[in-house]
């Protein structure tokens, strides 16, 4: 198993569970993907990037059960805001949208009337042919585009967004939105008590006992097929500070054999993975559509502050004025007192690949988002920061167009042994979580398919 995100975790235990043995290798020194948690000190860990569950998380959900710890996640009411024009604005129920001052009250009601007929939708086909941008400028109207829906994609996606396939956002507002009754009156939001990282040790302990292992910062630096199987030639330590091209780790001496490999990384990674050879016997039009995969990347400052800045969990900024698209204020939906009394908030942001952000230090990205911050808060100062931490992913969010179904690459490789399952082929949903539960399962189940699956050995 290449990556021990959630997929390739999920994908080991399934395979574990049925006799096979199972060494999962992982590029950073820590479980979870982008999910991965950091050590803030005080026995404090938190996201590195801000993640919660849905109602509607049922893989995930399923998941905590199996693994003995029902009652580790706990669902909490949320509150979200819309920051434009300089001012807050709550968004968290219809009425709040009735409220919403920056649209005209005739766009509030399009807006509604079509959200509400989105849900009533149950297939995603109908909007696979057309951008966002087109379906809601016909069914929500101009207003509701230029100052809502385009900015935010515009955040999200930067000069792709006029070209975002209308798929995209209806799995946003409906498959999270599934629900009926009582908890369709209020939107709660999931957490686990003790950080994502219980989940992940979990799902590590039932590989191991199982005889396998799962190797943190020992990143896969080359991988080569022969007569008898896949030879994984492994990264030395420390290489995730080279980033995340494996062609620039040193090898260690001698490679690892295993009869079959599930790789778990991003579409570039994986291509730069594979040997002159096996990269030959790959087909043409699979390598096509993996190469194809297009990313913004996740820039997500992580500060640690003495008050609040916000009485919301999650803000979503949309003043073009602003350097960054979110405030996600952790400890306003977590309450401090489980922190030792300690603040959380990420500044969130997705920037193309070549953006000068990246090149910052995590000061510098501060002192450059400053300005924006107080305009959030008039009162906010560089003294109420206690801490910060610095992420960057720039595989982050999965760039779907329209026609993305049939660029899509495979689970299966076309090579026997070989299968990759990535964010990328997660849909028509978005990534998350809970479907990185679902992505490990079906990877687990297309390699059990391929004909020929022998049980692994190391």
Same mark, same amino acid.
């Given at each position: 198993?290449?990556?021990?995100?959630?997929?390739?975790?999920?994908?080991?235990?399934?395979?574990?569970?049925?006799?096979?043995?199972?060494?999962?290798?992982?590029?950073?020194?820590?479980?979870?993907?982008?999910?991965?948690?950091?050590?803030?000190?005080?026995?404090?860990?938190?996201?590195?990037?801000?993640?919660?569950?849905?109602?509607?998380?049922?893989?995930?959900?399923?998941?905590?059960?199996?693994?003995?710890?029902?009652?580790?996640?706990?669902?909490?009411?949320?509150?979200?805001?819309?920051?434009?024009?300089?001012?807050?604005?709550?968004?968290?129920?219809?009425?709040?949208?009735?409220?919403?001052?920056?649209?005209?009250?005739?766009?509030?009601?399009?807006?509604?009337?079509?959200?509400?007929?989105?849900?009533?939708?149950?297939?995603?086909?109908?909007?696979?042919?057309?951008?966002?941008?087109?379906?809601?400028?016909?069914?929500?109207?101009?207003?509701?585009?230029?100052?809502?829906?385009?900015?935010?994609?515009?955040?999200?996606?930067?000069?792709?967004?006029?070209?975002?396939?209308?798929?995209?956002?209806?799995?946003?507002?409906?498959?999270?939105?599934?629900?009926?009754?009582?908890?369709?009156?209020?939107?709660?939001?999931?957490?686990?008590?003790?950080?994502?990282?219980?989940?992940?040790?979990?799902?590590?302990?039932?590989?191991?006992?199982?005889?396998?292992?799962?190797?943190?910062?020992?990143?896969?630096?080359?991988?080569?097929?022969?007569?008898?199987?896949?030879?994984?030639?492994?990264?030395?330590?420390?290489?995730?500070?080279?980033?995340?091209?494996?062609?620039?780790?040193?090898?260690?001496?001698?490679?690892?054999? @295993?009869? =079959?490999?599930?790789?778990?990384?991003?579409? $570039?990674?994986?291509?730069?993975?594979? +040997? *002159?050879? &096996?990269? !030959?016997?790959?087909?043409?039009?699979?390598?096509?559509?993996?190469?194809?995969?297009?990313?913004?990347?996740?820039?997500?400052?992580?500060?640690?502050?003495?008050?609040?800045?916000?009485?919301?969990?999650?803000?979503?900024?949309?003043?073009?004025?602003?350097?960054?698209?979110?405030?996600?204020?952790?400890?306003?939906?977590?309450?401090?007192?489980?922190?030792?009394?300690?603040?959380?908030? @990420?500044? =969130?942001?997705?920037?193309?690949?070549?953006? $000068?952000?990246?090149?910052?230090?995590? +000061? *510098?990205? &501060?002192? !450059?988002?400053?300005?924006?911050?107080?305009?959030?808060?008039?009162?906010?100062?560089?003294?109420?920061?206690?801490?910060?931490?610095?992420?960057?992913?720039?595989?982050?969010?999965?760039?779907?167009?329209?026609?993305?179904?049939?660029?899509?690459?495979?689970?299966?490789?076309?090579?026997?042994?070989?299968?990759?399952?990535?964010?990328?082929?997660?849909?028509?949903?978005?990534?998350?979580?809970?479907?990185?539960?679902?992505?490990?399962?079906?990877?687990?189940?297309?390699?059990?398919?391929?004909?020929?699956?022998?049980? !692994?050995?190391?």
């Amino acid at each position: 198993m290449i990556g021990a995100g959630v997929a390739g975790l999920t994908a080991a235990h399934r395979l574990s569970e049925i006799g096979h043995v199972c060494d999962v290798y992982e590029r950073w020194p820590g479980l979870g993907g982008q999910a991965a948690t950091v050590d803030a000190g005080g026995g404090v860990r938190i996201e590195r990037y801000y993640h919660h569950l849905f109602m509607t998380d049922r893989h995930i959900q399923a998941l905590y059960r199996e693994l003995g710890l029902p009652d580790e996640l706990e669902w909490r009411p949320s509150t979200v805001a819309m920051f434009t024009d300089g001012r807050t604005h709550p968004f968290t129920t219809p009425v709040d949208l009735l409220r919403y001052r920056p649209l005209s009250l005739r766009s509030r009601l399009r807006m509604g009337a079509a959200v509400v007929m989105l849900q009533r939708r149950h297939r995603v086909e109908p909007f696979e042919l057309i951008t966002a941008r087109a379906w809601i400028q016909r069914f929500m109207g101009r207003e509701v585009w230029d100052k809502v829906w385009g900015p935010l994609l515009r955040a999200k996606f930067g000069e792709r967004a006029d070209a975002i396939a209308m798929a995209w956002l209806w799995s946003k507002l409906t498959l999270r939105r599934e629900l009926k009754g009582s908890d369709a009156r209020q939107e709660l939001l999931g957490y686990p008590r003790s950080s994502f990282e219980t989940i992940f040790a979990a799902l590590a302990r039932v590989i191991e006992d199982a005889g396998g292992r799962v190797l943190m910062d020992r990143p896969v630096a080359r991988l080569e097929r022969d007569a008898d199987g896949f030879r994984v030639h492994a990264g030395a330590p420390q290489s995730f500070r080279r980033g995340h091209d494996p062609r620039t780790y040193d090898e260690l001496e001698e490679p690892d054999h @295993y009869d =079959a490999v599930v790789a778990t990384v991003p579409s $570039e990674v994986f291509m730069q993975l594979l +040997d *002159e050879r &096996l990269a !030959a016997r790959m087909r043409a039009d699979y390598k096509r559509r993996v190469r194809a995969s297009e990313y913004h990347t996740a820039l997500c400052l992580v500060l640690e502050l003495e008050r609040p800045m916000t009485r919301y969990y999650w803000t979503n900024v949309i003043d073009p004025e602003l350097p960054f698209c979110g405030l996600v204020e952790h400890t306003n939906f977590i309450e401090p007192e489980r922190y030792g009394g300690r603040r959380f908030a @990420y500044v =969130a942001n997705y920037v193309g690949p070549d953006d $000068e952000l990246l090149e910052l230090e995590p +000061d *510098e990205l &501060l002192t !450059a988002y400053e300005p924006g911050l107080r305009r959030l808060n008039p009162g906010f100062s560089r003294d109420w920061v206690r801490e910060r931490w610095l992420f960057r992913e720039p595989h982050a969010q999965p760039i779907v167009t329209i026609g993305y179904r049939d660029r899509m690459p495979a689970l299966d490789t076309g090579i026997p042994g070989l299968v990759l399952a990535n964010t990328t082929q997660i849909y028509p949903e978005d990534r998350g979580t809970n479907y990185s539960v679902r992505l490990g399962w079906d990877a687990a189940a297309t390699l059990l398919s391929q004909p020929g699956t022998a049980r !692994a050995r190391r």
